[in-house]
């Protein structure tokens, strides 16, 4: 039973998952997840913040059963309805017939639709509304499209506790410590980490709702930082807060990552040839990616948090190598932005690939300052062109950086 005190009026009641491949189906979890649910306690009312992943609701109504005696639970507050949070509902509905479900007028609509929920069961609240549970007031303030339109966060005025939904949340469930106080360096690198990955994977398309979020936000006193997944962040929110300020305004590090992909090694030895001449220009922090063979969440990763972009592709039937397709349309997707950009292509007969790659990121507003073409295999012939795609990149690099 995983319940743990982060003050004396609120609990920790969520979950680990150590068992789902994928978040979202698509997303690996080498550490698993968690699902983070909270009970807070008033002197006359008791609420419980967010529920978790249908999977994992047995674990839940026993946490919540062990930790409100006598079944008073009065509210359960839904910052976000997607399922990982709201799987629940429909089980805490029928244990507690008399908890009133608090959400706001877009989320009271997916949760009737989701969950077939009577209207009668819901409380529907507006922005800046807040309910009293007895000497402890929750406030509701609405962010939305952090990550879905209905998303909200309730703020615990007396305990300075921000029940944040997804926003500020990592991948990795909870090895036994629940607040990061108790989590050694080794482990919290780990959990900055995944929450790079987080933000890049599920984020990075709604960094102006972020900022708008963050800007609302920003006025409140918080000693605690409880989302809907990883550590409740008490010591280090300054450094929580930096990191999904810095990439919702594409704020980048300095480095290079590279994609490609290649069916018979042409396009590899390309490659090496196009890192090196980078490194002999003082380019540094160069990370490579097969797409076919690399995690679409490890480039997606990658290509958010550095502030140079290189993608390369063989023309395949006409168009881009299909696994660097996906990579790009990942990139297009989340609008990324703020970026040094280079693009290459191989070819046996067609040309293809490097002008649909070119035209792609002209979409995303990251014109390529370098392109370079080359067709069948390498040879010395092509040295020269390596250097001018090099130099004319390394150039555009260094006056973003310096500028």
């Given at each position: 039973m995983n319940i743990e005190k982060i003050t004396?009026?609120?609990?920790?009641?969520?979950?680990?998952?150590?068992?789902?491949?994928?978040?979202?189906?698509?997303?690996?979890?080498?550490?698993?997840?968690?699902?983070?649910?909270?009970?807070?306690?008033?002197?006359?009312?008791c609420a419980l913040i967010d529920t978790v992943d249908i999977k994992e609701c047995r674990s839940l109504t026993e946490h919540v059963s062990a930790a409100v005696p006598g079944g008073c639970l009065d509210f359960l507050v839904v910052n976000h309805t997607e399922p990982d949070h709201s799987g629940s509902i429909p089980v805490l509905a029928e244990i507690y017939p008399q908890m009133q479900i608090i959400c706001n007028k877009i989320s009271a609509e997916q949760i009737k639709g989701f969950y077939h929920i009577d209207e009668s069961r819901l409380l529907v609240i507006k922005d800046s509304d807040a309910i009293?549970?007895?000497?402890?007031?929750?406030?509701?303030?609405?962010?939305?499209?952090?990550?879905?339109p209905e998303t909200m966060v309730t703020y615990c005025e007396e305990e300075q506790a921000l029940f944040s939904g997804d926003a500020?949340?990592?991948?990795?469930?909870?090895?036994?410590?629940?607040?990061?106080?108790?989590?050694?360096?080794?482990?919290?690198?780990?959990?900055?980490?995944?929450?790079?990955?987080y933000y890049a994977n599920i984020v990075a398309k709604y960094g102006k709702f972020v900022q708008a979020a963050m800007k609302k936000a920003s006025g409140l006193a918080i000693k605690y930082v409880c989302s809907t997944h990883g550590p409740v962040w008490h010591s280090r929110i300054a450094e929580v807060l930096d990191v999904y300020d810095r990439m919702s305004r594409w704020q980048s590090d300095e480095g290079i990552t590279l994609v490609f992909s290649t069916m018979y090694g042409n396009t590899s030895e390309l490659v090496d040839r196009i890192c090196t001449a980078l490194s002999r220009r003082g380019l540094k922090n160069i990370r490579v990616h097969n797409a076919a063979t690399a995690e679409l969440s490890d480039m997606i990763t990658d290509c958010v948090?550095?502030?140079?972009?290189?993608?390369?592709?063989?023309?395949?039937?006409?168009?881009?190598?299909?696994?660097?397709?996906?990579?790009?349309?990942?990139?297009?997707?989340?609008?990324?932005?703020?970026?040094?950009?280079?693009v290459f292509g191989s070819y046996t007969w067609a040309n293809s690939a490097l002008g649909k790659l070119t035209d792609a990121f002209t979409r995303m507003g990251c014109d390529p300052a370098a392109t370079l073409a080359m067709k069948q295999a390498y040879s010395s012939a092509m040295d020269a062109d390596v250097e001018a795609f090099a130099g004319t990149l390394a150039e555009a690099i260094n006056q973003r950086r310096n500028g």
């Open positions: 004396d009026n609120i609990l920790y009641a969520g979950v680990n998952d150590r068992t789902t491949a994928r978040f979202e189906a698509m997303w690996p979890l080498p550490y698993g997840i968690s699902y983070n649910s909270y009970i807070v306690k008033g002197k006359s009312k009293d549970l007895g000497g402890l007031t929750l406030r509701f303030v609405t962010a939305p499209m952090v990550h879905w500020f949340g990592c991948y990795g469930a909870l090895n036994g410590n629940i607040i990061d106080d108790g989590i050694d360096a080794a482990d919290m690198a780990a959990y900055f980490s995944e929450m790079r990955r948090c550095k502030d140079t972009v290189i993608v390369g592709s063989p023309t395949y039937s006409g168009d881009v190598f299909p696994p660097v397709d996906a990579l790009v349309k990942a990139l297009e997707i989340r609008e990324i932005k703020e970026k040094t950009v280079g």
